[in-house]
T-cell receptor, first 112, second 113 residues
Framework: DAGVTQSPTHLIKTRGQQVTLRCSPK?????VSWYQQALGQGPQFIFQ???????QRGNFPDRFSGHQFPNYSSELNVNALLLGDSALYLC???????????FGPGTRLTVL | AQSVTQPDIHITVSEGASLELRCNYS??????LFWYVQSPGQGLQLLLK??????LVQGIKGFEAEFKRSQSSFNLRKPSVHWSDAAEYFC???????????FGGGTRVLVKP
């Protein structure tokens, strides 16, 4: 059973560009959450998707958007990249109604 | 709003010594509590969780944690650390089923030979 997978592993972009990160949940999971982890900090919740809808959102601007597909995989899109968007982006999956979230290895985004 | 505080940013411990990491949470009702470990450049691995019942919970890799409602704490312990335990440890809380995880700032553990 493959756990949560994320792609790409690393990404380098320049300010103003747009980026798309991808996540495939653990088999049997239907809920995907995204977190941003800046260097030296704990992860911060961005948003959560269930049944292809954004169910809950953290304190992130509208430049951050997402999508969930019928197979439960998910994308995180960030527009108009800023230097401060440089971080490790973590995807976590879970089953609806259950609290245990399983994390992927993350995508390291560097904005120059 | 729920919050988590990990008072110790860094802890250095000798191999074979005991380890205790502190975690304090703020939440109005009984929270769901977690400890995760993160090795450099890696994702998060769940060590243990507390939902209800016995306040002393056992996890993987020889870790345990104790929930103390009166102190709003969920401290992580290991009797004898191994060099492979060097990592960053995060305490987290979920306020209701399926909701977001709120993390503390983490504690980096260094293990001396």
């Amino acid at each position: 059973d493959a756990g949560v997978t994320q792609s790409p592993t690393h990404l380098i972009k320049t300010r103003g560009q747009q980026v798309t990160l991808r996540c495939s949940p653990k088999s049997g999971h239907d809920t995907v959450s995204w977190y941003q982890q800046a260097l030296g900090q704990g992860p911060q919740f961005i948003f959560q998707y269930y049944e292809e809808e954004e169910r809950q959102r953290g304190n992130f601007p509208d430049r951050f958007s997402g999508h969930q597909f019928p197979n439960y995989s998910s994308e995180l899109n960030v527009n108009a990249l800023l230097l401060g968007d440089s971080a490790l982006y973590l995807c976590a999956s879970s089953s609806a109604g259950l609290n245990e979230q399983f994390f992927g290895p993350g995508t390291r985004l560097t904005v120059l | 709003a729920q919050s988590v505080t990990q008072p110790d940013i860094h802890i250095t411990v000798s191999e074979g010594a005991s380890l205790e990491l502190r975690c304090n949470y703020s939440y109005g009702a009984t929270p769901y509590l977690f400890w995760y470990v993160q090795s450099p450049g890696q994702g998060l691995q769940l060590l243990l969780k507390y939902f209800s019942g016995d306040t002393l919970v056992q996890g993987i890799k020889g870790f345990e944690a104790e929930f103390k409602r009166s102190q709003s704490s969920f401290n992580l312990r290991k009797p004898s650390v191994h060099w492979s335990d060097a990592a960053e440890y995060f305490c987290a809380v979920v306020g209701a089923a399926g909701n977001k995880l709120t993390f503390g700032g983490g504690t980096r553990v260094l293990v001396k030979p």
